[in-house]
């Protein structure tokens, strides 16, 4: 998702970055079904079952493709929140706003696969162990943050505050995280851990796969809510009259 | 000049001692709750005392923290501190420690008291005291953000408690593990140091984001 | 404390003589003001926007020692907005604000030490009296008074027997004198006042405007905005229309 | 082919509705998120058409000043 356009500063203007926009989703969205396609079939169809968990490991298919987009999508919005702080860019503040709501979703989702996983793993829906549980306060900030720009009337107050409360929930998502996993090691480990890959390599790549399926989807779909934000913010613009045909 | 705001903040809180009652009030009841709720078994109230005095420790604190900038806000003398010749950030920090002095000491000064219902030992109600003693400048500082980002917002009371709680779980479990550290006899240097870490880095590093947030809550 | 010598640097000679010298050596203190005649407010191009309108675009002015500025304009025109800017709370759309030749958003605390700013709040709190408001605001600009100073302050505004009673309990013309009170102490070069007169009687505003007056003969500058016509006496005065009276471009 | 019948890929060895139970959420997450977006984008752009024909009715679209606001 951090794909800088070429010419930075022509298409820094939200004018010249909606068409372009507008050409790339198709691409995006392609790019996610086939990905997706292909990570789908290795993971289903093709790995082998795993020793001790049978076939239930393969929600890790789903589950760890979208923990890492969560946590991924978090320090991109705060990336392009803090340089709309910095350099009062509108677009890349319009960018960190339509990156949240997809954050969130993939928050959830690994919160929710986690729960399914767990529960024939451990015997129980909701385990407080480490992971889950920073997960569930990144669904916290990620809801934090969107209730605090959907408060804020003014945008441009509702953009910098954004950037403000994002930069301060990355530098904290470190400390909560060894401070939730200090206090409960329960958790395997990290499932991939390049070093000691206790996987088989299909397995490896049907969840690289998926991770790219989702982040070409969490592209095409942020870019298209970051075009309906630019339509909503500068309805008074002539360029908005004349892309709707006035 | 920071002494200046610290003892201007220290004179209208005294002024307003219904606030500041308000706030130790809320503490008591709501610690005071749980023995109803849970049952009066000396065994178990022991078990979840840390907790139960640490999160409610934190919501007394989250229910005083719009009152750090609303009514300057209102009565625009926030304008002038911003307009003072002292970084915004000073000033910030100056009106955290006047908070931390109206709401976290006296949180730390009366949990031994309630620590007594919940039958902790004398060396576990002194690690409580302590904890708290080390950790309500963090739960200021962090607040502070919070307070400032929703200045002015309407449902801002709700929002900081969405938007801070978060940020506050590493002090509470750091907190509250010092008490049940002190409960089950183990070392409590682990958690109160890792917990003095918090708090320096809460009251040095947030004033600053809280200025920034100050500084669009102005414009 | 006697200035053994004094550095004629453009921006310099001034600070050197604010800090060398306690504020309540009036009478040199001002003269060393008279000797620095290029003190400048210099705005070019100044652009604001609110709710994604322009208010206002294309807004210049110099103001040197002495000078007040009388921005006047229909409600809603920015004049507020226009004060907020030049005080540093409000960053401009575009266009600069320079003192001294050098841009405000660069100099921080030390424009801001430069400058007293009254807006439509008061700025003073309820539950203290106005003793205790003014003294306040004085530490707050950096100013050691002692008590004499502050209670002369307080009754050349017309509040004398009322000194230790709360703010809660005075009329709203009464708080707003303790809110302007702060100019009788005040010895910062450049005022801003946004509609300095509103609810006050007419002995208040006599006094209000001889204060200011007396600031501009110091050397000061004023930038002011009100509704109501006023005699200054002082100082060359400039006026800039806002809103519809302007011909700035509308959008 | 790891699944040599239907049944058994269904089945996922008695975790099947876990697995199931996960993938239809996401897909349905996955399909649900555009969908929505899409029809939130096309009552914006009914809402926005809507206000520049009433501006248009009412001669408010002869804008002297041509420079776009920023």
């Given amino acids: 998702m951090s794909h800088r356009p070429f010419h930075w500063y022509r298409y820094a203007s939200p004018q010249a970055f909606y068409p372009l926009a507008g050409r790339m989703i198709p691409w995006f969205w392609a790019l996610a079904?086939?990905?997706?396609?292909?990570?789908?079939?290795?993971?289903?169809?093709?790995?082998?079952?795993?020793?001790?968990?049978?076939?239930?490991?393969?929600?890790?298919?789903?589950?760890?493709?979208?923990?890492?987009?969560?946590?991924?999508?978090?320090?991109?919005?705060?990336?392009?929140?803090?340089?709309?702080?910095?350099f009062r860019f509108r677009l890349?503040?319009?960018?960190?706003?339509?990156?949240?709501?997809?954050?969130?979703?993939?928050?959830?989702?690994?919160?929710?696969?986690?729960a399914l996983w767990g529960k024939p793993m451990w015997g129980a829906w909701w385990v407080w162990d480490a992971r889950l549980t920073s997960e569930l306060i990144l669904l916290f900030l990620y809801l934090g943050f969107i209730a605090l720009q959907a408060a804020i009337d003014d945008p441009r107050r509702a953009d910098q505050a954004g950037a403000i409360l994002a930069l301060v929930g990355v530098v904290n998502i470190p400390i909560i995280y060894f401070s939730v996993k200090w206090w409960n090691t329960l958790h395997q480990g990290s499932s991939l851990n390049l070093a000691r890959s206790s996987m088989a390599t299909t397995m490896l790549y049907g969840m690289l796969l998926c991770a790219l399926a989702c982040w070409m989807y969490a592209i095409a779909i942020s870019l298209m809510r970051a075009r309906r934000i630019m339509l909503e913010r500068e309805k008074d613009t002539l360029w908005v009259r004349k892309e709707l045909g006035f | 000049m920071i002494l200046a705001v610290i003892a201007r903040d220290l004179r209208l809180a005294l002024r307003r001692r219904a606030d500041l009652a308000a706030v130790l009030f809320f503490f008591?009841?709501?610690?005071?709750?749980?023995?109803?709720?849970?049952?009066?078994?000396?065994?178990?109230?022991?078990?979840?005392?840390?907790g139960v005095l640490w999160v409610a420790a934190l919501l007394a604190t989250l229910l005083s923290l719009p009152r750090l900038f609303a009514d300057d806000f209102r009565d625009g003398t926030l304008e002038q501190l911003a307009l003072a010749p002292l970084?915004?950030?000073?000033?910030?920090?100056?009106?955290?420690?006047?908070?931390?002095?109206?709401?976290?000491?006296?949180?730390?000064?009366?949990?031994?008291l309630l620590g007594l219902q919940f039958g902790l030992s004398g060396e576990a109600l002194v690690v409580l005291s302590g904890a708290l003693f080390i950790g309500t400048p963090a739960l200021s500082g962090i607040g502070?953000?919070?307070?400032?980002?929703?200045?002015?917002?309407?449902?801002?009371?709700?929002?900081?408690?969405?938007?801070?709680?978060?940020?506050?779980?590493?002090?509470?479990?750091?907190?509250?593990?010092?008490?049940?550290?002190?409960?089950?006899?183990?070392?409590?240097?682990?958690?109160?140091?890792?917990?003095?870490?918090?708090?320096?880095?809460?009251?040095?590093?947030?004033?600053?984001?809280?200025?920034?947030?100050?500084?669009i809550a102005l414009e | 404390m006697i200035v053994d010598f004094v550095r004629i640097t453009d921006s310099a000679v001034?600070?050197?003589?604010?800090?060398?010298?306690?504020?309540?050596?009036?009478?040199?203190?001002?003269?060393?003001?008279?000797?620095?005649?290029?003190?400048?407010?210099?705005?070019?191009?100044?652009?604001?926007?609110?709710?994604g309108r322009r208010l206002f675009a294309g807004v210049g002015f110099?103001?040197?020692?002495?000078?007040?500025?009388?921005?006047?304009?229909?409600?809603?025109?920015?004049?507020?907005?226009?004060?907020?800017?030049?005080?540093?709370?409000?960053?401009?759309?575009?266009?600069?604000?320079?003192?001294?030749?050098?841009?405000?958003?660069?100099?921080?605390?030390?424009?801001?030490?430069?400058?007293?700013?009254?807006?439509?709040?008061?700025?003073?709190?309820?539950?203290?009296?106005?003793?205790?408001?003014?003294?306040?605001?004085?530490?707050?600009?950096?100013?050691?008074?002692?008590?004499?100073?502050?209670?002369?302050?307080?009754?050349?505004?017309?509040?004398?027997?009322?000194?230790?009673?709360?703010?809660?309990?005075?009329?709203?013309?009464?708080?707003?004198?303790?809110?302007?009170?702060?100019?009788?102490?005040?010895?910062?070069?450049?005022?801003?006042?946004?509609?300095?007169?509103?609810?006050?009687?007419?002995?208040?505003?006599?006094?209000?405007?001889?204060?200011?007056?007396?600031?501009?003969?110091?050397?000061?500058?004023?930038?002011?905005?009100?509704?109501?016509?006023?005699?200054?006496?002082a100082g060359a005065i400039q006026r800039l229309a806002l809103g519809d009276e302007a011909e700035s471009c509308r959008r | 082919m790891y699944w040599n019948n239907l049944s058994d890929f269904l089945a996922m060895g008695s975790h099947g509705p876990y697995v199931w139970g996960c993938f239809v959420v996401m897909a349905a997450a996955m399909i649900l998120e555009p969908a929505l977006l899409r029809r939130s984008r096309k009552r914006l752009l009914e809402r926005l058409r809507r206000q520049y024909r009433a501006e248009a009715l009412d001669g408010k679209a002869a804008r002297e000043s041509s420079g776009e606001c920023p």
């Avoid at chain 3, 100019?183 to 007419?202: G, N, Q, S, V, Y």
Wanted: aromatic share 8%; proline share 6%; net charge neutral.
């Fill in chain 2, 144 to 215: 502070a953000i919070g307070a400032a980002l929703t200045l002015g917002v309407r449902g801002g009371g709700v929002l900081v408690s969405l938007l801070i709680l978060p940020l506050y779980t590493p002090v509470l479990i750091f907190g509250a593990g010092a008490v049940d550290a002190a409960v089950n006899g183990i070392g409590v240097e682990a958690h109160l140091s890792l917990l003095a870490a918090l708090t320096l880095a809460g009251v040095f590093f947030a004033p600053w984001p809280a200025a920034a947030a100050l500084r």
């Fill in chain 1, 92 to 114: 890349s503040s319009m960018m960190a706003s339509a990156l949240a709501p997809t954050g969130a979703m993939f928050a959830f989702l690994s919160l929710w696969t986690g």
């Fill in chain 2, 87 to 112: 970084p915004l950030g000073l000033t910030v920090f100056a009106k955290v420690l006047a908070h931390w002095l109206v709401c976290g000491v006296p949180l730390a000064v009366l949990s031994p």
């Fill in chain 3, 62 to 233: 110099c103001l040197g020692a002495g000078e007040l500025l009388y921005l006047h304009g229909p409600n809603g025109a920015g004049k507020t907005s226009l004060l907020r800017m030049l005080c540093g709370l409000l960053p401009p759309a575009a266009g600069e604000i320079c003192w001294h030749g050098r841009p405000i958003a660069r100099l921080g605390e030390e424009y801001r030490r430069e400058l007293c700013f009254l807006g439509h709040h008061d700025a003073i709190k309820e539950e203290l009296t106005p003793f205790e408001n003014l003294s306040l605001s004085a530490r707050l600009a950096g100013m050691r008074l002692d008590e004499a100073r502050v209670l002369e302050a307080l009754s050349r505004l017309g509040l004398a027997g009322r000194e230790d009673l709360p703010c809660r309990a005075l009329s709203r013309g009464q708080k707003r004198r303790a809110a302007l009170s702060r100019l009788a102490i005040d010895r910062r070069p450049l005022w801003l006042l946004d509609e300095p007169f509103t609810a006050l009687d007419a002995a208040a505003v006599n006094e209000v405007a001889a204060l200011i007056g007396a600031h501009l003969e110091d050397g000061g500058l004023a930038v002011l905005t009100t509704h109501q016509p006023v005699e200054i006496t």
């Fill in chain 1, 33 to 86: 079904a086939i990905f997706g396609v292909a990570g789908l079939s290795v993971g289903f169809l093709i790995a082998p079952g795993d020793a001790q968990q049978g076939e239930g490991y393969r929600i890790i298919f789903l589950h760890v493709p979208a923990s890492w987009m969560s946590m991924f999508l978090y320090l991109v919005m705060a990336f392009w929140a803090g340089l709309g702080l910095a």
């Fill in chain 3, 14 to 51: 001034y600070h050197d003589v604010h800090r060398l010298y306690d504020p309540q050596g009036d009478s040199l203190f001002s003269k060393a003001r008279m000797l620095r005649s290029s003190i400048m407010l210099a705005v070019s191009a100044l652009e604001c926007h609110r709710g």
């Fill in chain 2, 28 to 50: 008591v009841i709501v610690v005071s709750l749980f023995p109803l709720g849970v049952g009066p078994e000396p065994e178990r109230l022991r078990e979840i005392a840390p």
